[in-house]
């Protein structure tokens, strides 16, 4: 793959975006942008920002369009976007889409491909309830899928503390679930009109989910 490229990851919440992103931010060299981490960055610093999305996030609900859409505005100015960018959880509804357009149009680049992986709800809730993380390195482990080969110790950094996300339980995922069906699932077609959108299974093993994109790309 050329140097430069723009790609958006789309996927409902617990699909594999994240662990997808991470490997071709690794592979192609390009910087990963997810609104997700964002918020829950600020949250943890406590910025204006981070206290607005606080009680949203943990609802399950969206933040609101202008936050994000400020937040990404401000994120894809930055050096490191020059030579692309995986966009992974933004756009995740069509005003979000269409700023996003605006915002491109404006810098005078294109998008080159939006990758969808698709996996179906019933396997989510599994998936979203069982994972957790290290806190040093960011590795992702899952309770019955990828548990560490020694309990309690990080395979790639050694780390002994693991965090789960506030939102990762089943009662907020439902409400994911749902803002992902009415809010942003409406933007596939939006994309498929304009020839960019790949759909990849994603109910399969993560290495060939992540050869299966980059044989796409
Ligand atoms: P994620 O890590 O992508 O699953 O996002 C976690 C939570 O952050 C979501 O459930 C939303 O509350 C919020 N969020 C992340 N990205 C967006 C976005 N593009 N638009 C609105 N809310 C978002």
Redesign the pocket.
Known sequence: MPAGKRLILMGP?GGGKGTQAKRLQERFGIVQL????M?RAAVIAKTDVGMK?KA??DA????SDEL?IAMIEQRIDSADCNNGFILD?????VP?AKALDGLLVSKGIALDKVIEVTVPDAMLIERITGRFTCKKCGEGYHDKFKQPGRAGICDVCSGTEFTRRA?DNEDTVVA?LQAYHAQTAPLMPFYKQRGLLEVIDGNRPMDDVTNDIERVL
């Open positions: 919440p997810s609104t997700g981490d918020l999305a949203i996030m399950g609900k969206l933040v994000i959880g933004f756009p995740r509804t979000q939102d994911r």
